[in-house]
């Protein structure tokens, strides 16, 4: 596609990006070397780390924070509209939850009813490349999966697809800082094996999952009370018991072994005899600590080791083998960004049309509760269900039957974008959503076309020289629509 043209350059040239070989922030300098002197008046709390030089080791158009599918399709989609862009990502690999955190299923493209595809973009055309090596099953008209898949295959695709787009990749490079001047976000500062340094670019994409970016920058954020809890995966071989033998050993030893009672599902991967098993479940833990995501890492692993002694235990002729653990524990909620709208219940158990959607979804209302064991699910039609292991599952209705039902439900373009903001643009489980919201966009197939909607968004807002909350949102729609996104 063409590149971005004058407007751009001259955007850039009034921000002062180009030619810089060093950031410098005097006496409060964004990093340095410790000193060995602790700080005057807590010595004992703090370390003084001096003012220094940091290098700049690339500069860009856009900069993703976060290698999930989310920020990859951020960059994906704003390389191939022309813009030069980076992704920095802390992992040694890209997919983040699908890949890193071993959840190998991704839902329904289509409506409630499977009669409507609604979801398409870089999602299908992933899906499409993986089926070619073999690497994907999909599943029918599914309440629960659309698509089972080789996480490993997709971190390879993933590889594929960056170099192709040429984005410029940062793996196992973390985000330290963001690099703040005249008010205006001009740079991140990163770390990695060859130290730290900054990368400069016009605009920027936390797609860290957490807001790390946008918390930094001192953005409103919030936590809720009752966050969803984190659940460990792992992969077996050898696991060849019925699904409700597996439920009933689990429930019945559980306690003898010290595993909470949560809830159990999983799914082999294709073409192999291993299967992907989620049955842990981390409470009382916000994953954005790191004291906290360390304790939730050993304890989740502590939890795949009790569900194979409980197995070796009880069910001695099932020959289980751990094949493999996840390099981050599946983390479904932590921070949200105050953005310009915040996402309803309402809005998706209605589904609720916005005249600025960026992205479609059909995944049902899914509460994985902190303060009791079990899931909430809610329906567009209406219907209600408490789903607890063990027992007789409680199904009620949340509203009244009427004669039509919604199929789909909508995010939009505001969610994504803090107020005040002039180069910064969220994607991913940040957003902007309430609690009955979230827990049904969270998913990936849904979030992943936020990234898709907030690289174009970061390419739109150069060409035509405007802020992020001033990109023409009708524009913005047709720009998605033309790349392959379905735009409703």
Not at 44 to 59: G, L, Y
Not at 423 to 445: C, Q, T, Y
Request: aromatic share 6%; charged share 25%.
């Amino acid at each position: 596609m063409a590149a971005i043209g004058t407007t751009r350059r001259k955007f850039l040239k009034t921000i002062g990006l180009g030619g810089a070989a060093l950031l410098h922030r005097g006496r409060t300098g964004l990093a340095g070397q410790i000193s060995g002197r602790a700080a005057d008046d807590e010595s004992t709390h703090s370390v003084r780390e001096e003012a220094r030089d940091i290098p700049v080791a690339h500069e860009c158009d856009i900069c993703v924070v976060g290698g999930s599918c989310t920020g990859v399709f951020a960059a994906i989609r704003a390389a191939r509209l022309g813009a030069k862009v980076a992704i920095v990502e802390r992992q040694n690999c890209f997919g983040g939850t699908a890949t890193n955190s071993l959840v190998n299923v991704w839902h329904s493209l289509m409506d409630t009813e499977f009669k409507r595809q609604i979801i398409a973009g870089l999602t299908q055309e992933l899906m499409q490349r993986m089926k070619k090596r073999g690497a994907v099953k999909e599943t029918g008209r599914s309440r629960s999966a659309g698509f089972a898949f080789n996480s490993s295959e997709m971190k390879i695709e993933l590889d594929e697809m960056i170099r192709e787009a040429k984005v410029k990749p940062f793996l196992h490079t973390f985000f330290c800082a963001p690099y703040v001047r005249d008010g205006r976000l001009e740079a991140v500062v990163v770390q990695n094996k060859s130290g730290r340094s900054a990368i400069k670019a016009a605009m920027f994409i936390d797609a860290t999952g957490d807001a790390d970016l946008c918390s930094r920058l001192g953005l409103a954020t919030y936590v809720r009370d009752q966050l969803q809890p984190p659940t460990t995966c792992a992969t077996f071989s050898g696991l060849n018991l019925p699904a409700g033998k597996l439920h009933q050993l689990l429930r019945e030893h559980r306690e003898e072994f010290k595993l909470p009672e949560g809830f159990v599902w999983g799914r082999g991967v294709p073409g192999s005899d291993v299967y992907m098993l989620a049955g842990t479940r981390v409470y009382g833990v916000n994953c954005a600590d790191a004291e906290q995501l360390t304790r939730a890492e050993i304890e989740g692993r502590r939890q795949v080791r009790a569900i194979m002694d409980i197995l070796r235990k009880y069910a001695p002729d099932n020959r289980i083998a751990l094949q493999a653990l996840p390099s981050q524990i599946g983390i479904r909620e932590t921070r949200h960004v105050r953005c310009r709208y915040q996402l309803s219940g309402d809005d998706v158990l209605h589904g609720k049309r916005f005249a600025d959607a960026i992205a479609n979804g059909s995944y049902r209302v899914d509460i994985h509760h902190q303060d009791k064991p079990g899931i909430t699910f809610k329906y567009l039609d209406g219907t209600q269900v408490y789903s607890r292991p063990g027992h007789t599952s409680a199904s009620s209705r949340w509203r009244e039957k009427t004669s039509t039902n919604p199929t789909f439900y909508q995010i939009p373009y505001r969610s994504l974008v803090p107020p005040r903001c002039r180069n910064l643009i969220v994607a991913g489980r940040m957003l902007d959503a309430d609690i009955e919201a979230f827990s049904a966009v969270r998913v990936m197939v849904n979030m992943n076309q936020t990234g898709e909607a907030a690289g174009t968004a970061c390419y739109l807002a150069l060409d035509a020289g405007v802020r992020i909350v001033d990109v023409d949102t009708q524009k913005l729609r047709r720009t998605l629509a033309r790349g392959g996104s379905i735009i409703i």
